[in-house]
Nanobody, 126 residues
Framework: QVQLVESGGGSVQAGGSLRLSCAAS????????AGWFRQAPGKEREFVAG????????SYADSVKGRFTISTDNTRNTVLLQMNSLKPEDTAVYYC???????????????????WGQGTQVTVSS
């Protein structure tokens, strides 16, 4: 099992920045990719960004490309999401997830992720 704990959420005005952190523990060798998803009230959970732990290959949703950056620390057990130029439509609960899927690019489907954090709220006001 892998445990994921997110931190760094909060409230910010439009145009501001936040950095989310996701700390993985347990059998961390068992997952090959990590991702961030978000879910706004009344909407489905959507992919935000993903990263392959080995190659560092990344993938982004079109809505955040150029504004958000996903990365890992040297241990590859902490996944970061730097969010710049935030917009009110970025408001959601953000979830960190880990996938055992071995592929060239990080998966974009929630169903491809095996472990999930508890979520952290991000609120962007206009």
């Amino acid at each position: 099992q892998v445990q994921l704990v997110e931190s760094g959420g909060g409230s910010v005005q439009a145009g501001g920045s936040l950095r989310l952190s996701c700390a993985a523990s347990g059998r961390t060798s068992s997952f090959f990719a990590a991702g961030w998803f978000r879910q706004a009230p009344g909407k489905e959970r959507e992919f935000v960004a993903g990263i392959r732990r080995g190659s560092g290959s990344t993938s982004y949703a079109d809505s955040v490309k150029g504004r958000f950056t996903i990365s890992t620390d040297n241990t590859r057990n902490t996944v970061l999401l730097q969010m710049n130029s935030l917009k009110p439509e970025d408001t959601a609960v953000y979830y960190c997830a880990a996938s055992k899927v071995f592929a060239v690019s990080p998966p974009r489907s929630p169903g491809s992720y095996d472990f999930w954090g508890q979520g952290t709220q991000v609120t962007v006001s206009s």
